[in-house]
């Protein structure tokens, strides 16, 4: 009896700081762009001791593994496996074991996250409404802190920025746009986590109908720093996504003028902690004719480059870490380009593509909702949005990538397995109460 007690106490102590480290895991990464902390890889070593601790509470269980979690971690091996070939492959081809090992890891961080969560789900060890608060805690954190690093550097110039790079490792700066924000220049505050905002900034508008519960109050604000955040970055495809996905909520909704004034509110508020002048010249000088028609020729040259190189080797591509010699868009990661899909076709050629595709679709048909409902449109809209960034953007290897993918999938799945639970006004219906 003792014996039993001693093994039910245990398991339940696993089960306890498991669950606790799966909730500092996603919400460090919703916070972190890039996943550090005083120069040590915070986020690596969450996962590590998260999934470890996962391994050690199915030991305790005697190593019951049901159905699913075989196949999730068959999938997962799988994966793994194939990567390890093709960052082998990288190496012998182009011999930089740095590059092919940064590729490596933000490949396996991005598609981690979908199976952990899954892992955690099938043990009941996490839910859907946990992982949404962690990721929503996170990114909210990571809002106001890059709000409040730009409003510190408007009205003091403190170079808050460098002093977190230094001491965080946080690689915040993407770019000063020179002439603009006072005396001081306007720093366009560019990272991944932008975008997870712009997702989350309508999951929370949708909150009700995904089963998600925040106060008004705390709704609004974050809907307040997320704009702000989004803002800040200066980037068209954040921009032209936050448009394309505004003006389908506001198809999608009953009460139109409610939705614009609360997007004039939003905005208005917004602009209340920034610099309004710096706002509008930095925006005037990140889509000015000449800044972008730079802009786009350099992803021509990419283009045309990348294109090049695939044509060396266009069954099984360069390899993991692959990048075309003499072209590059960092020293520091060689790998990286922002027509990131194209850029895949040259590291995994036409065979290793085929692996690329089919997980994409995979993602897509998990994601599977009836599209004739309100949420199921804005989710598939919001999949696609995300998929195709890639073409322009480095948007889809990375911890914030791999939260997209998590909680897409995750807000996908509970709805089917609650379908008589979540008011889920259909398209349908709502386009009969417009005609009438």
């Known amino acids: 009896m003792f014996t039993i007690k001693l093994q039910n106490k245990s398991l339940f102590t ?119 608060y962690a990721i929503f805690t996170g990114n909210f954190a990571y809002c106001i802190f890059k709000i409040s690093c730009i409003i510190a550097f ?74 702000s955040a989004v803002i800040t970055a200066y980037s068209r495809y954040l921009y032209g996504l936050m448009g394309i996905l505004f003006v389908a909520y506001l198809l999608l909704s009953n009460n139109r003028k409610y939705v614009i004034g609360l997007l004039f509110v939003i905005s208005l508020v917004s602009l209340m902690f920034l610099d309004l002048n710096s706002v509008t010249e930095a925006i005037f000088f990140r889509f000015d004719k000449n800044y972008t028609s730079a802009s786009d020729q350099a992803r021509h040259e990419q283009i045309k480059n990348i294109v090049g190189c695939w044509e060396n080797n266009p069954l099984f591509g360069n390899g993991i870490g692959g990048y075309v010699e003499g072209y590059l868009r960092s020293s520091e990661s060689p790998y990286l380009y922002e027509v990131q899909l194209l850029s895949f076709l040259m590291k995994f050629g036409l065979v290793g593509m085929q692996v690329i595709i089919f997980s994409l679709l995979l993602f897509f048909y998990c994601i599977r909702l009836k599209i004739t409902t309100n949420i199921g ?31 897409f999938l995750a807000t996908a799945s509970y709805l089917n397995q609650n379908k008589g639970h979540i008011k889920n006004t259909s398209l349908n219906t709502f386009v009969k109460v417009q005609a009438g």
């Open 154 to 227: 408007l009205l003091f110039g403190f170079d808050i920025f460098g002093f977190l790079e230094r001491t965080f490792g946080l690689n915040l700066v993407t770019g000063l746009v020179e002439g603009g924000g006072r005396n001081y220049g306007m720093f366009r505050l560019h990272t991944i986590n932008d975008t997870l905002c712009i997702f989350l900034f309508f999951l929370v508008l949708f909150r009700e109908k995904i089963d998600i519960k925040l106060p008004n109050f705390v709704a609004l604000v974050y809907l307040v720093v997320s704009f």
């Open 14 to 132: 696993a089960r306890f700081l498991g669950t606790l480290l799966f909730v500092v895991y996603f919400l460090f990464s919703a916070f972190s762009p890039s996943n550090k902390l005083f120069s040590i890889p915070v986020g690596q070593v969450l996962f590590v001791v998260t999934i470890g601790f996962f391994l050690f509470y199915m030991l305790l269980k005697k190593l019951k593994v049901v159905k699913h979690q075989f196949l999730l971690l068959v999938l997962f091996i799988v994966y793994v496996v194939f990567l390890t070939e093709y960052t082998c492959w990288g190496i012998l081809k182009h011999g930089n074991i740095s590059s092919a090992k940064h590729e490596f890891l933000a490949f396996f961080a991005t598609i981690s996250m979908p199976f952990l969560f899954f892992l955690y789900k099938n043990e009941k060890m996490a839910n859907y409404k946990l992982l949404f």
């Open 377 to 407: 449109f804005m989710l598939t809209l919001m999949y696609l949005l995300f998929i195709f960034g890639a073409v322009t953007n480095p948007y889809l290897l990375s911890s914030a990538s791999g939260l997209l993918f998590t909680i």
